[in-house]
């Protein structure tokens, strides 16, 4: 009996370790309060420097983020435009045709609302440059001229290469557009909702003083980030595809983000944030790592409702006011949802 008792003991002893060790429950502990002491590195101001380097002066520190990667294509959608309502990015993957052929004939046609100077431009990372893929891709460029792609590998730990290295294609070769719509490829989107929206709301809170004479108006020089908002946590479980380490950020909580599917932003908040990147640590989830340099910049991010992370279900009536929405990946439903929305 005495055995037995000491063979159970010894085996619930294991079970809580093994649930100890699964839940991540020594990181929960541990982890630092983001409201006592949040220091993300560069652990210093980054917005003197912003303001430098956007004043055209070089910055009194050395920048820590270069991403060491070339563009492979170019495109001179924005060379010869005195002036852009909006530029569309679509981040994509290598073998989202299908998508990609979607968005063209959708929320993509940059001549279907008159009056308005919409562009558009893929981009994706590289696989195998003797790849099936790969080839399909550069046929595909040749026929649209629509696709920036970039010397990394196109996976999903790389999102953030990806988000970061439109940034600077849009920060070095078209830095004329009012507002940039970044969007996944498997979106719903309504570029009159959009338009409409950013005029009426020019400017969201800002605690930063990165010229703040100029955050007045709307346009290029307002200050807006905005989208569908979350505040949340890590997660430290080890079986989850999100796990964070402590080490990787030790922190209870994450700045206030906008989820990575769709989130616009003002000319001059692309500006900022691509300089400020600059200056913070790289962070492999794209929403999570824009969430960190929006607090390092002191610009709070902009709910807006309109924005639907999860699939919002699709009614005429519905999707009147709808900006975007996640979980079309069926190129078929989105033709069929756009074309009932935009008959004409």
Known sequence: MRKRRVYLYCVCACVLVYMYNFLGVSDYVFSKSYDDNFDYPLNIDVRPLVNEILNGKKPSVAPINVYPYRFLTNSGKCSTLDRLDLFIVVKSAMDN??????????YGQENHIPGRIVRVLFFLGIEDPKSITQVRVE???ADHKDIIQVDFQDSYYNNTIKTMMAFRWL???????DFYLFSDDDMYVSVNNLLD????????????????????????DSILFAGYVFNSAPQRFSWSKWRVSLQEYPWNKWPPYVTAGAFVLSNRCMKMFYVGSLFVKSFRFDDIYLGIVAKKLGVTPTHCPKFHFYKKHYSLSGYKDVIASHGFGDPEELYRVWNELNPY
Request: with cysteine.
């Open 197 to 220: 929206y950013v005029h009426d709301n020019p400017t969201s809170e800002t605690t930063n003083e990165i010229d703040k004479s100029k955050n007045k108006g709307n346009g290029r």
């Open 139 to 141: 046929r595909e460029m």
């Open 171 to 177: 920060y070095e070769h078209c830095s004329t557009a």
């Open 97 to 106: 045709f299908g998508k990609r052929n979607a968005v063209r004939q959708t």
